[in-house]
Every structure is written in C-alpha cells, then in structure tokens.
C-alpha cells in the first residue's frame, strides 16, 4: 500500500503567502467598491530596468537563428553568468571563485532544496520568527528542529549561547521578516561557533542590496574571515533587480567545505550540489541568464540601485509614521520590510482582519513567521509611490 509523506500533516494548512492572498481576495469579492492597497507579499512593482530589457531582447534574437540558439544548458549556469556573479561578489570585497557559483531560478528553490544534501539526524537551527521557507522545508523531510529565539529584546538577532547545539544553521540577513541586520563583528561570531561545531550556516542574502551601512552589515558572509569553510549563500536577483517573475538567483557553494562521513570519508558539499543540480535540475533559460547577466554589468546595478533607493524610499515614509506614533518597530533601514508590534496588545491575525475591515491595508501577520512574530506586523516598501503614501495616510488616522 502506497505511503505518503505523513510529515505534509505538521505543515500549516496553507503556505503563508497563500493565506494572506485567500483572505485578501475573499474580502475583495465580498466588498469590490473598497480599493485593497497590498503591502503584503515582498512582491516589486518596478518593471525591469533598461539593461536587463534590452538583453532580453537580444537574447531572444540569439533563440531565432541556428547560429546563435540554445538548448540544454549547463545545469550550473552559464559561464557568463557565473562570472556575473564573480565579479558582483568582488564589488564588496568577497572573493568568489567561478566553480563555487550555481545559477538558480531563485533563492526559494534553493533554500528548500539543499536539504537533500544533509542527513536525517541533524539538529536543525531556525530563528523564530523566520521565513516560511525553511521551516516548511525541513517539516517536509521530518527534521529535528530546534528554534532560535528571535525577540524584541534581542533585537531580533539572536546570538549563539552556552550549551546551544545545532549542526545546519539558518541565517537570514538583513532579516525576513524582521528587516533586522546582522553586524560584521555578529556574524563572525556566528562563523566562529560554526566553525566549532563542524556545522554549517545557510545564509540567505536576498535582501543584502537594501544595505546602505556597509561598515557595518556585511552583505555577503563571505566578507565574514572563515565563512568559506563553514557556510552556504543563496541570494537573488528577485529583490536586486525586481526579478520576482523573471526567476534567477545564485548559490555559492565554497569549494573549501568538506566534512567527514561517520566512517572518516571526507566529502566535498560542492561536489555534492554539483551531482544534485544536474540529476534534479535543467539550468535556467538561457534567456533569462543573458538578461541576469547584463543585470548584473556596472551599468545594469546603476540602474537597479535607482529603483532600491526608491523603495527605500518608501520604507522611510511608513516607518516615519509608526515613529510619529510612538509604535516599536525595526528594519525600514538597510531593509525593504517594516516590522512593527501591533498597536494595543493585539494578536498579529487580529490586528491584520482589523487593517483590512478598517483601512484595507494588507500586510503579513507575523505569526505566520513563528510564535515570537504573532504580536508584530510586517509591511514591505516594495509599493509603488501612489498605493505606499496612501497606506500612509491611512494607517496616520487608524493608529
Ligand atoms: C516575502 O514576502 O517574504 C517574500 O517575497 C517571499 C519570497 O521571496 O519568496
């Protein structure tokens, strides 16, 4: 008789994101004259810059004639694009070597997917409040989670104490959902305790563009000393670049991370990665690496770093609101999202029914982040200009 994985039973119902966007569209339905302002899901509003539409184009010419088109790619991405990276990584001062980059349809995808490489009896350490992602994924495999605290008091990043025990270590920063950043001197703790233990840290840098205090938070781990022997980077050009819909992101996988079997084998995670993405994975279209890759030219960054001070923009207005209120909150600074405690004690699934019945502003509760997240709010700055004063105003005469 066919088993299924009995582990789908520990999951929520229904992933965050999709509950949010169930409940949204149920109050649209029921009230279509109520103009909704989403400032939900981490989703850009910025169309893709002029460099990368203009490789687009191009490459979708190269698809038109025999000389120039492409089939199966390499699972691990085009050189072009590998070198992309390299040189993006050279820009803050992590050195990065071609072999340790894989081009990915995202850092989603990629955070889940690593799971494959790690046996069954790790203790896995995941921030609470975190992004779903992580926690879903390692619910799905059956693994021994242990949480990290992430609290108001610790100002939602949490630090190694005495006796903690983990071997795969979740680190995302600047922070999903919290917009909290790890310092360089943080970090390296971190690297250090990683180091002791032989573990591992998987660091998702998908927000490291919003970084704009870059003495203090590193934006890549690598600028961490010892973090090639200890850590795994996923980031994406979804927030970089406004790629949600597009799909390409990049891993690193240092070629320097080896641990041993139980019987004394060592063996290369790399190599590793390496057999899993080309028995599980095609490559990203090849289209989509050309226009990554021209993304990711001097000139493309120029231009997505135009519409990243735009949505920073937009975070100064709504955090300089909930300041104006006397309302705790963090990131809205070297982060796209806004996490805030909810006004008068509520729980954070009441205070979003009370957003959406009284000023229809949709944001994402965080108890769907985890427990430490159910009396705090988040709202991103990834609005457009109109819709994010608006929410303002609306938020000014609500709270
Ligand atoms: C979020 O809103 O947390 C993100 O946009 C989700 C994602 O990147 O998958």
């Given at each position: 008789m066919l088993q299924l994985n009995e582990n789908y039973l520990n999951l929520q119902q229904n992933y965050l994101f999709s509950e949010v966007a169930h409940r949204t569209n149920d109050y649209i339905a029921a009230h279509p004259d109520k103009p909704v302002i989403r400032l939900g899901i981490g989703d850009v509003t910025k169309p893709l810059t002029k460099s990368t539409i203009e490789a687009l184009h191009e490459s979708v010419e190269h698809?038109?004639?025999?000389?120039?088109?492409?089939?199966?790619?390499?699972?691990?991405?085009y050189d072009f694009m590998r070198n992309a990276v390299v040189n993006y990584y050279k820009r803050h001062g992590a050195c990065v070597d071609l072999k340790e980059v894989f081009i990915s349809d995202g850092a989603k995808s990629d955070t889940g997917n690593i799971t494959d490489l790690f046996g069954p009896d790790n203790i896995v350490l995941i921030p609470d409040p975190v992004y779903p992602v992580y926690m879903d994924t390692n619910t799905m495999n059956g693994r021994n989670i242990k949480f990290l605290d992430a609290t108001k008091e610790n100002g939602f990043t949490p630090m190694p104490y005495e006796g903690l025990e983990a071997d795969i270590i979740y680190i995302c920063s600047p922070n999903n959902p919290t917009g909290a950043a790890y310092t360089k001197d943080q970090l390296k703790v971190w690297v250090d305790y990683a180091l002791s233990r032989n573990a591992i840290i998987l660091f998702d840098a998908a927000y490291e563009c919003f970084i704009e205090d870059d003495d203090i938070y590193p934006h890549s781990i690598y600028q961490i000393e010892g973090a090639k022997k200890c850590a795994i980077e996923f980031c994406s050009l979804s927030k970089t670049a406004g790629f949600t819909g597009t799909r390409c992101g990049y891993t690193i996988v240092p070629l320097d991370l080896i641990y041993k079997t139980s019987d004394g084998t060592e063996m290369s995670v790399n190599s590793m990665w390496t057999r899993r993405q080309t028995t599980k994975f095609n490559g990203v279209p090849y289209i989509v690496q050309y226009a990554a890759a021209a993304t990711l030219s001097e000139q493309g960054i120029k231009e997505c770093l135009e519409n990243i001070s735009y949505y920073k923009e937009n975070a100064r207005l709504i955090a300089s609101c909930l300041s104006k209120k006397n309302i705790t909150y963090f990131?809205?600074?070297?982060?796209?999202?806004?996490?805030?405690?909810?006004?008068?004690?509520?729980?954070?699934?009441?205070?979003?029914?009370?957003?959406?019945?009284?000023?229809?502003?949709?944001?994402?509760?965080?108890?769907?982040?985890?427990?430490?997240?159910?009396?705090?709010?988040?709202?991103?700055?990834?609005?457009?200009?109109?819709?994010?004063?608006?929410?303002?105003?609306?938020?000014?005469?609500?709270?």
């Open positions: 698809m038109a004639s025999a000389e120039t088109f492409k089939g199966y790619g390499p699972e691990q991405g990131g809205g600074k070297n982060s796209p999202y806004i996490w805030f405690e909810c006004p008068n004690g509520m729980e954070s699934w009441e205070f979003f029914d009370y957003m959406l019945n009284e000023i229809q502003v949709i944001g994402t509760p965080g108890a769907g982040f985890g427990k430490n997240g159910s009396h705090f709010f988040r709202l991103t700055a990834f609005g457009n200009r109109e819709n994010t004063l608006e929410a303002v105003n609306r938020l000014d005469s609500l709270l």
